[in-house]
């Protein structure tokens, strides 16, 4: 178990550069990956169950103690990053099937490594896990209200699918995982262990099915949908900040809320797009995937640095 253990350690402490040198790989050898795409959604199944076993009850203490804060970041992350992605598909031309893939990953809740990036950060992590948790929980919902609401313009949406498809993926799976933990709390935390492992080698594998199966228009538009992607998350991560100080919130918790906006849980993305949409339209899901683990490990590192003058010792309540 302790072999599993580090093996699973140093699989999520690489992830980003399996994810690179996955992509790297289906791009040049598609013919043998596209068969992975009809197996999407149990994977991103899967990574939905290990964040199950993560959760507990005491993860949602922190809704009850600072109802407000918890309140602002969700909606927060829930406005700011569909606006963004309307106004990048609109404001930049985006092509139908391009401009509907940065709206859908717009609209996901936030992203399953967000909680690691904002303890890298010294922020908050209790609010980081409380905004993450009632996101996820709430994506039945607003995610498909949301895709209605700005991807209708290029699109139909059947809502109804939707919503099934989030709660099959999403809420199924996640309260399955808490369920056996509540139940098996032993085994499920000694199963924990191997979870990072798990979680990789399933989004590595849910990239890969991504990049081969639009390896030729990626040839065309790799380019713009990186540079879109880019844009959306870094745009995120500011306004997100910005939004938690405007809200009178301390500078771990400013942290915590910028990481829970601008980090989405792109394997959703990927499963909608493939799912309801196009190849296409999950690739800037699968490039968002990649690319907001690299910007989220440097801003970790800058907000490691930064320290509150008028609350030194704000670091230091991490959980507070």
């Known amino acids: 178990m302790k072999t599993i253990e580090k093996i699973s350690?140093?699989?999520?402490?690489?992830?980003?550069?399996?994810?690179?040198?996955?992509?790297?790989?289906?791009?040049?050898?598609?013919?043998?990956?596209?068969?992975?795409?009809?197996?999407?959604?149990?994977?991103?199944?899967?990574?939905?169950?290990?964040?199950?076993?993560?959760?507990?009850?005491?993860?949602?203490?922190?809704?009850?103690?600072?109802?407000?804060?918890?309140?602002?970041?969700?909606?927060?992350?829930?406005?700011?990053?569909?606006?963004?992605?309307?106004?990048?598909?609109?404001?930049?031309?985006?092509?139908?099937?391009?401009?509907?893939?940065?709206?859908?990953?717009?609209?996901?809740?936030?992203?399953?490594?967000?909680?690691?990036?904002?303890?890298?950060?010294?922020?908050?992590?209790?609010?980081?896990?409380?905004?993450?948790?009632?996101?996820?929980?709430?994506?039945?919902?607003?995610?498909?209200?949301?895709?209605?609401?700005?991807?209708?313009?290029?699109?139909?949406?059947?809502?109804?699918?939707?919503?099934?498809?989030?709660?099959?993926?999403v809420i199924i799976p996640l309260a399955l995982g808490f369920t056996i933990k509540k139940f098996f709390g032993k085994a499920a935390e000694a199963s924990s262990k191997a979870l990072p492992l798990v979680s990789v080698v399933a989004i590595v594998l849910i990239v890969s099915a991504v990049v081969a199966g639009s390896q030729a228009q990626l040839a065309k538009t790799g380019g713009i949908i990186f540079a879109v992607v880019v844009l959306h998350n870094i745009l995120g991560f500011t306004i997100g900040f910005f939004f938690a100080r405007l809200c009178g919130m301390d500078l771990a918790k400013q942290k915590a809320v910028a990481m829970e906006v601008g980090m989405q849980n792109s394997g959703l993305g990927v499963t909608i797009a493939s799912t309801h949409f196009s190849p296409l339209a999950a690739v800037p899901s699968a490039i968002f995937s990649v690319w907001h683990n690299i910007s989220g490990s440097v801003l970790a590192f800058i907000f490691s640095k930064l320290k509150d003058k008028n609350q030194p010792s704000s670091n230091k309540k991490m959980a507070g």
């Open 9 to 169: 350690t140093f699989a999520g402490k690489t992830f980003t550069l399996w994810v690179i040198l996955i992509s790297v790989i289906a791009y040049s050898f598609p013919e043998h990956f596209v068969w992975i795409g009809k197996y999407i959604v149990p994977l991103l199944g899967i990574v939905m169950f290990g964040m199950g076993l993560t959760l507990s009850a005491s993860d949602f203490s922190e809704v009850f103690r600072r109802p407000k804060e918890v309140a602002l970041g969700v909606v927060g992350h829930f406005i700011i990053m569909p606006l963004l992605a309307f106004g990048l598909a609109i404001g930049l031309d985006l092509p139908k099937e391009i401009a509907v893939g940065v709206i859908l990953v717009g609209c996901c809740p936030s992203g399953t490594s967000s909680n690691v990036m904002v303890f890298l950060a010294r922020g908050n992590v209790a609010l980081a896990v409380a905004i993450a948790s009632v996101s996820t929980i709430l994506a039945p919902i607003v995610t498909p209200l949301l895709i209605l609401l700005f991807a209708s313009k290029w699109v139909d949406i059947d809502i109804m699918s939707l919503i099934i498809s989030i709660i099959q993926v």
